[in-house]
């Protein structure tokens, strides 16, 4: 199933926990690592990096794949891809095997035949959008750079 | 529990951008009257100035009260975000710096408020960018204007004074065909009465100290990005290649969709130093709660006044609002009568401002638009005798008594 609103993508980032981001970069100019580091700063979630040129990023250790996570660490909850549009389906096919439940596509990491299997796979598929962005978006990030949360509320945020 | 409800305008006026203060509980927006936040930590100020995660550091960049009017005003004209700035002047000279560079060109209406004119063709030229200005209904000549080096094409919705409604659409199917934003100044509609990213602009400006403040309290400027706009194309190096001014940064790839946004504040507004005050803000916020109401009484009350001259035999000419409260008229007595008739005006304040819940009255030939020449000014729409007037929500019929009686001044000489 392809998450198009903005409340479906935020009941996924509620429900999951585990985050193996695939293509995670540890050189800081990489959007990639810029997402890890805020989201391994939330105390929510485990993110964990999945790049077989890496040992670790911030001392938290790499996996060289998703299978080999997996056998470490159980299926994670959500893979979030940091990959070459031409690199996707087999991303995918990868994500298939573990059994993931859900992946998300960042900002340019765009592939129609990888959504369409992802989604003909029964996954969750976000596509295009930044799982940074949409984390802040409803715990008040996004609000403090003046960007439209959309969330309109008069109870207090807890 | 958010759901996916859209709210309408009203409620988001009052709304958008101040859920209750997470710290306090205020249900009003507490003027956050600070310069600077403490870190938690050391690790956390590092993760702030790389821009890797959210949070103020220092009120030149961001403020919790002016985030908040920021995101009110995003949410009204249906933009992906704002960014506030010390004046309209500021919020525009942020945007041509964000897209444009010593060598590159603008196009812009010629019809545009003087101030935006001498900004464009003065100190913007002298920083090497060269701005083209061109009658807004003139298709074919903005599609030749339109270069290689071109960044952007500025237009005000409802030319100040001439009054004149641009085509958005048409322009913003120029711009785009061309490969470059729209970018439209909407100050005397207010996102009440046009929302110009409805319409296929990219980024929208406004002068807050008008319609937006409505109580002429106080100076601010803002603009609005749709974040529709491709900058990962290569026509926008500042936005696609690595940045000198952030670490080599490369805004397109790290932020998507909100590139612009983040440049123009992380970089822009960071270095010309043209920020809201979070005091300014908070009146600006309060100002917008009301905008819907005042714009309904405001286009109201400017129908009764245009009625009231244009059935005034002293009248030579009225140009009614084609949209709006703002509206320029000639006396029969020319370019003296208007300055007897002004100078006679008991409750019309004579004042350089529109927008204001008071009704205001100026003379553009020889104020407002004074640094143009004859020729820029009748290119502007501005005839020598024009009297631009600004309806507020007084009772129309005090304002038609001090018309009157001003009329009669000017006619007696």
């Given at each position: 199933?392809?998450?198009?609103?903005?409340?479906?993508?935020?009941d996924?980032?509620?429900?999951?926990?585990t985050?193996?981001?695939?293509?995670?970069?540890?050189?800081?100019?990489?959007?990639?690592?810029?997402?890890?580091?805020?989201?391994?700063?939330?105390?929510?979630?485990?993110?964990?990096?999945?790049?077989?040129?890496?040992?670790?990023?911030?001392?938290i250790?790499?996996?060289?794949?998703?299978?080999?996570?997996?056998?470490?660490?159980?299926?994670?909850?959500?893979?979030?891809?940091?990959?070459?549009?031409?690199?996707?389906?087999?991303?995918?096919?990868?994500?298939i095997?573990?059994?993931?439940?859900?992946?998300?596509?960042?900002?340019g990491?765009?592939?129609?035949d990888?959504?369409?299997?992802?989604?003909?796979?029964?996954?969750a598929?976000?596509?295009?959008?930044?799982?940074?962005?949409?984390?802040?978006?409803?715990?008040?990030?996004?609000?403090?750079?003046?960007?439209?949360?959309?969330?309109i509320?008069?109870?207090?945020?807890? | 529990?958010?759901?996916?409800?859209?709210?309408?305008?009203?409620?988001?006026?009052?709304?958008?951008?101040?859920?209750?203060?997470?710290?306090?509980?205020?249900?009003?927006?507490?003027?956050?009257?600070?310069?600077?936040?403490?870190?938690?930590?050391?690790?956390?100020?590092?993760?702030?100035?790389?821009?890797?995660?959210?949070?103020?550091?220092?009120?030149?960049?961001?403020n919790?009260?002016?985030?908040?009017?920021?995101?009110?005003?995003?949410?009204?004209?249906?933009?992906?975000?704002?960014?506030?700035?010390?004046?309209?002047?500021?919020?525009?000279?942020?945007?041509v710096?964000?897209?444009?560079?010593?060598?590159?060109?603008?196009?812009?209406?010629?019809?545009?408020?003087?101030g935006?004119?001498?900004?464009?063709?003065?100190?913007?030229?002298?920083?090497?960018?060269?701005?083209?200005?061109?009658?807004?209904?003139?298709?074919?000549?903005?599609?030749?204007?339109?270069?290689?080096?071109?960044?952007?094409?500025?237009?005000?919705?409802?030319?100040?004074?001439?009054?004149?409604?641009?085509?958005?659409?048409?322009?913003?199917?120029?711009?785009?065909?061309?490969?470059?934003?729209?970018?439209?100044?909407?100050?005397?509609?207010?996102?009440?009465?046009?929302?110009?990213?409805?319409?296929?602009?990219?980024?929208?400006?406004?002068s807050?100290?008008?319609?937006?403040?409505?109580?002429?309290?106080?100076?601010?400027?803002?603009?609005?990005?749709?974040?529709t706009?491709?900058?990962?194309?290569?026509?926008?190096?500042?936005?696609?290649?690595?940045?000198?001014?952030?670490?080599?940064?490369?805004?397109?790839?790290?932020?998507?969709?909100?590139?612009?946004?983040?440049?123009?504040?992380?970089?822009?507004?960071?270095?010309?130093?043209?920020?809201?005050?979070?005091?300014?803000?908070?009146?600006?916020?309060?100002?917008?709660?009301?905008?819907?109401?005042?714009?309904?009484?405001?286009?109201?009350?400017?129908?009764?006044?245009?009625?009231?001259?244009?059935?005034?035999?002293?009248?030579?000419?009225?140009?009614?609002?084609?949209?709006?409260?703002?509206?320029?008229?000639?006396?029969?007595?020319?370019?003296?009568?208007?300055?007897?008739?002004?100078?006679a005006?008991?409750?019309?304040?004579?004042?350089?401002?529109?927008?204001?819940?008071?009704?205001?009255?100026?003379?553009?030939?020889?104020?407002?638009?004074?640094?143009?020449?004859?020729?820029?000014?009748?290119?502007?729409?501005?005839?020598?005798?024009s009297?631009?007037l600004?309806?507020?929500?007084?009772?129309?019929?005090?304002?038609?008594?001090?018309?009157?009686?001003?009329?009669?001044?000017?006619?007696?000489?």
């Amino acid at each position: 199933m392809i998450l198009a609103t903005t409340a479906q993508v935020r009941d996924l980032l509620r429900a999951v926990r585990t985050i193996a981001m695939v293509g995670a970069s540890a050189n800081p100019l990489r959007p990639s690592f810029t997402v890890f580091s805020y989201l391994r700063r939330q105390p929510e979630y485990e993110v964990t990096p999945i790049n077989p040129r890496l040992e670790r990023i911030d001392a938290i250790p790499a996996f060289p794949t998703l299978k080999a996570y997996a056998g470490a660490c159980g299926v994670p909850d959500v893979v979030d891809v940091f990959r070459r549009p031409s690199e996707l389906v087999s991303v995918v096919n990868e994500a298939i095997a573990v059994g993931v439940p859900a992946i998300w596509f960042q900002y340019g990491v765009v592939n129609d035949d990888a959504t369409a299997l992802a989604d003909a796979a029964g996954m969750a598929v976000v596509v295009d959008r930044c799982m940074k962005v949409e984390h802040a978006r409803f715990c008040g990030g996004l609000s403090t750079s003046g960007l439209n949360s959309g969330v309109i509320t008069s109870r207090r945020r807890s | 529990m958010q759901n996916e409800r859209e709210f309408g305008f009203s409620t988001r006026a009052l709304h958008a951008g101040t859920p209750p203060d997470p710290a306090t509980g205020a249900r009003a927006m507490p003027i956050y009257q600070t310069a600077a936040y403490v870190f938690g930590s050391t690790e956390q100020a590092a993760e702030l100035f790389a821009l890797r995660s959210y949070g103020h550091i220092y009120s030149r960049i961001s403020n919790p009260t002016v985030a908040a009017f920021e995101e009110r005003i995003a949410s009204l004209e249906g933009g992906l975000g704002a960014i506030a700035c010390s004046s309209g002047l500021a919020a525009q000279l942020c945007t041509v710096l964000s897209l444009a560079q010593a060598g590159d060109h603008l196009v812009c209406a010629q019809t545009v408020y003087g101030g935006t004119v001498t900004q464009l063709s003065v100190t913007v030229k002298r920083m090497g960018i060269e701005t083209a200005f061109l009658p807004p209904d003139g298709f074919d000549a903005i599609r030749a204007a339109i270069g290689p080096s071109t960044r952007l094409l500025f237009v005000e919705t409802i030319g100040n004074p001439s009054g004149v409604v641009a085509d958005l659409r048409a322009l913003a199917t120029i711009a785009h065909d061309a490969g470059i934003p729209l970018v439209v100044d909407n100050t005397f509609a207010t996102p009440f009465l046009c929302r110009p990213i409805e319409h296929g602009a990219d980024i929208v400006l406004h002068s807050a100290t008008k319609f937006i403040n409505g109580h002429g309290t106080a100076i601010g400027g803002v603009l609005v990005e749709a974040g529709t706009f491709p900058w990962r194309g290569g026509r926008f190096p500042l936005l696609s290649q690595p940045s000198p001014g952030y670490h080599q940064k490369v805004f397109t790839e790290t932020f998507g969709e909100y590139a612009f946004l983040m440049r123009a504040r992380a970089e822009v507004l960071r270095d010309i130093g043209a920020q809201m005050s979070p005091m300014d803000a908070w009146l600006h916020l309060l100002g917008l709660e009301t905008l819907p109401l005042r714009m309904e009484r405001h286009v109201r009350n400017a129908a009764a006044i245009v009625a009231f001259l244009e059935a005034s035999p002293d009248v030579a000419w009225v140009r009614p609002p084609q949209l709006g409260s703002i509206f320029t008229f000639g006396l029969r007595g020319g370019r003296d009568a208007a300055r007897q008739f002004i100078d006679a005006l008991e409750l019309w304040s004579h004042l350089a401002n529109v927008g204001d819940s008071k009704s205001l009255v100026i003379h553009p030939a020889s104020t407002t638009h004074s640094q143009l020449s004859n020729e820029e000014l009748l290119r502007a729409g501005v005839e020598p005798e024009s009297i631009r007037l600004s309806v507020g929500l007084e009772d129309p019929d005090d304002l038609i008594w001090d018309l009157r009686n001003a009329m009669r001044a000017a006619a007696s000489g």
